[in-house]
């Protein structure tokens, strides 16, 4: 029977996408609302419930009555700046319910939903009460993540995937090897050096699944000692792509606060406790394999203590709250990005940086890093318009097509939508 055949998951799934791309409004939606909420003295603790509940006001709206899973692919979480990792403070933990943001201070905010499975995550770093001119120190950190964030989506596409010329000239840049972990690495290193600032250690990147932002393969950015990435991006693939850059030396350290955030994992364990059998069903039913605060629990105090045996047996992880060990300001990005035959498209991500807005005397002189910057991320329009050799009235669309343009991923046989004006 067809109904037997199993569902197709992949990118060659037109719903796949479609479910990817309406995560991906969703959370780029909410981002800019809860950066609208991060001013001088906002209560950290009550940002991020805001977020949370306007992540589900937005979920709530988009395919109604169809039995799918949908919700929160990442809790919304503002960390402060000398933090690395996601920040989600307690309603329980006084204390860290109190933390306020600094004027001036570098804040990421990330967070993220998800439709069937299909998570679209993203992740900003804004300057607390920024003016329309951004100077200094913060100015070049903010420039350092940007330009290595922009060169490191044009080194994740496979090579030679956009090139041009002769079949043979394309042939011949098709087979180039990919680039080594370590070669990305390096050339990332000579970006943010140009503006004095270091990549953070152990950045990584994953490639993501239905239900599944770690899967098999993944970049590490500037790995510590021991630490090493497993596989490269491939065609037809979804991956959480981060970039952290701090103006210290960019090595990390485990704080002291609590571990808030949390994600499930496949491993079975026979738990012995009932609170702890309580807190990790509830956990399975709401939030699957996404990560969740333990905030978002019914019982906030009755999960901090149901979570303990759960993260002992090893069904549940813990994020640790790690930071800078010099206490330097750290900037992160995050974009969700698909990688097709026509290039790289960023499905969720921060929005387009004024980079006017920044001003710095230093700037990138490496010419390879420079050339890579001017790559397109996916083919021009022209290409697929070429046929149409009589139409002469649309070069002004032409001569917008910014040098970054993005893959159109509407359609895995695009050509049939190319005439959609």
Request: negative net charge; hydrophobic residues 35%.
């Amino acid at each position: 029977m067809a109904d037997d055949a199993p569902t197709d998951y992949s990118l060659a799934n037109p719903d796949t996408l479609t479910k990817y791309k309406t995560a991906a409004q969703i959370s780029q939606k909410v981002l800019e609302d809860v950066k609208a909420l991060c001013i001088e003295g906002a209560e950290i603790l009550e940002i991020c419930q805001k977020g949370d509940k306007l992540l589900e006001d937005e979920v709530a709206k988009v395919f109604k009555g169809k039995k799918i899973s949908k919700g929160i692919s990442h809790p919304c979480t503002v960390s402060p700046s000398t933090y690395v990792t996601p920040y989600t403070p307690l309603v329980s933990d006084t204390e860290e319910a109190e933390k306020a943001l600094k004027a001036e201070e570098a804040v990421k905010i990330q967070l993220g939903a998800q439709i069937d499975g299909f998570g679209a995550i993203v992740c900003d770093t804004i300057i607390v009460g920024a003016g329309s001119e951004v100077t200094g120190r913060n100015a070049d950190l903010v420039l350092a993540t940007h330009y290595a964030n922009e060169l490191l989506l044009r080194m994740m596409m496979p090579p030679g995937l956009l090139a041009a010329g002769t079949e043979e000239e394309k042939k011949k840049a098709q087979a180039q090897k990919p680039y080594s972990q370590s070669k990305i690495t390096q050339l990332l290193e000579k970006v943010v050096k140009s503006y004095e600032c270091n990549l953070v250690e152990n950045t990584t990147c994953w490639l993501f699944g239905r239900n599944e932002i770690e899967d098999k393969k993944k970049i590490i950015l500037a790995p510590g000692e021991g630490v090493k990435g497993e596989g490269l991006p491939e065609i037809g693939e979804v991956w959480g792509v981060e970039m952290g850059v701090s103006t210290g030396n960019g090595k990390v350290k485990s704080l002291p606060n609590r571990p808030t955030l949390h994600r499930r994992t496949t491993t079975t364990y026979g738990l012995k406790r009932p609170s702890s059998r309580a807190t990790l069903s509830e956990v399975q039913k709401r939030f699957g394999l996404f990560p969740f605060s333990l905030r978002q629990l019914e019982d906030e105090r009755a999960g901090k203590v149901g979570i303990v045996e759960c993260v002992r047996g090893g069904v549940v992880r813990a994020y640790e709250v790690i930071g800078s060990t010099d206490g330097e300001p750290v900037s992160r990005l995050f974009n969700t990005v698909s990688i097709t035959k026509h290039g790289l498209s960023r499905l969720a991500g921060p929005p387009a940086l004024n980079v006017e807005q920044y001003k710095s005397d230093k700037k990138i002189t490496d010419e390879e890093v420079l050339k890579f910057l001017e790559l397109p991320l996916g083919k021009p329009a022209g290409d697929k318009k070429k046929p149409k050799k009589k139409s002469k009235k649309k070069p002004a669309k032409k001569a917008a097509a910014p040098k970054e343009e993005e893959a159109d991923e509407d359609d895995e046989d695009e050509d049939s939508d190319d005439d959609d004006e």
